[in-house]
């Protein structure tokens, strides 16, 4: 699946968390491919399902949360209890993290990790955050110019391998808009401001409809 990020240099600028977006709006990278994930719930998490909602996209490592790819405890800081806590107004927002082993590898037995999420996390509720199964090439086979995301390399990243650090908000219309590392605190922040700034572009969608009506 190859994505068209824009400039040749785009993608491994912010999937390495170093590009500035200046954009008054989120930009369109691309439409996602087809992808089908089984939730803690045996319920099937697909395109069609997460249509109309927000969707975060993470991994999750069955090691967590001794040895995590994304800093799981930030991130339920930052995001999941500020979403958790606010359904009425981000009801529409869904974390999705496809579960892997330590070496990203798709793994069929997520139980002991759920086990964990429970006791760990405040409130924790799958229909929020919800675990998955399935192989996690089919959202992160992302290329640009001969540079693909799911197979780049670095002695720096977890395993060895960048995207199981990667974040990814896809919007309602499952067009991917933001791809953002969330192994630091303040990269989390900022994806988290992303998300924000996404919604304020429905909110203003929603109120220029109800002006034209």
Request: glycine share 6%; hydrophobic share 35%; aromatic share 8%.
């Amino acid at each position: 699946m190859v994505v068209v990020f824009g400039p040749a240099v785009i993608l491994i600028t912010i999937t390495m968390g170093k590009c500035e977006h200046n954009f008054q709006t989120l930009p369109v990278y691309s439409e996602m491919p087809d992808y089908e994930f089984i939730g803690a719930n045996g319920e099937v998490v697909n395109n069609k399902t997460q249509e109309g909602k927000v969707t975060l996209f993470t991994t999750l490592q069955t090691t967590c949360p001794q040895n995590c790819a994304i800093d799981i405890f930030k991130f339920n800081l930052q995001i999941y209890q500020d979403y958790r806590k606010n359904q009425k107004s981000l009801g529409h927002v869904k974390i999705v993290s496809v579960v892997t082993d330590e070496n990203g590898n798709p793994v069929d037995n997520i139980d002991e990790l759920l086990y964990t999420m429970n006791d760990m996390i405040e409130g924790y509720d799958s229909t929020i955050w919800n675990l998955v199964t399935g192989d996690p090439k089919q959202i992160y086979d992302i290329e640009n110019n001969g540079v693909n995301l799911y197979s780049t390399t670095s002695d720096s990243t977890f395993a060895g391998k960048s995207f199981l650090e990667t974040m990814l908000i896809v919007d309602k219309q499952n067009q991917l808009r933001l791809v953002r590392r969330g192994n630091q605190e303040g990269l989390i922040r900022d994806f988290k401001q992303h998300v924000a700034l996404l919604q304020k572009q429905y909110d203003k969608d929603a109120r220029n409809s109800n002006e034209e009506k």
